[in-house]
């Protein structure tokens, strides 16, 4: 039932639903065992160059987006870096992650990006499959 999904700006209230979201990601670990986890956070959250987005349905935070334009010589163009993108385990494959990613396109266009950039662990099987499915493109670092 993706039409109760509404994506939105995060706001500082969101970091505690932000930061289970990243930890459910697994392989995040380091983040919870910082004495401040939330410091950072709310550092991206201040500046002009992170959009951060979450995914909302029923009042409840179900997934986020965190999108960093950066200036590149590669490509003669901005390009955008997708930091994060997390879905509640149990909502996955319900159009939550590709409508945060309508969203990261978006917010990258905001930025002046002409395009984003993902950069993943070859661990995560499962998110280059769906990012395959919604159109990008893998290659291996060293293709760059």
């Known amino acids: 039932m993706l039409s ?33 986890p939330m410091r950072r956070l709310g550092a991206l959250l201040r500046r002009s160059d992170v959009r951060m987005l979450v995914a909302e349905r029923e009042a409840r935070v179900v997934g986020f987006a965190e999108v960093h334009g950066r200036t590149t010589t590669l490509g003669d163009c901005d390009e955008a870096w997708l930091g994060a993108l997390a879905v ?45 499915t919604v159109g990008y493109e893998q290659r291996n670092a060293a293709a760059r």
């Open 88 to 132: 509640t385990p149990e909502l996955r494959g319900q159009g939550i992650g590709r409508a945060l990613l309508a969203g990261a396109d978006e917010a990258a266009r905001e930025l002046g990006c002409t395009r984003i950039e993902v950069e993943s662990s070859h661990l995560r099987g499962d998110a280059h499959a769906f990012y395959r």
């Open 4 to 36: 109760s999904l509404a994506l939105r700006p995060a706001v500082w209230s969101d970091r505690g639903a932000i930061l289970q979201l990243t930890l459910a990601m697994g392989g995040h670990d380091d983040v919870a065992a910082h004495a401040d």
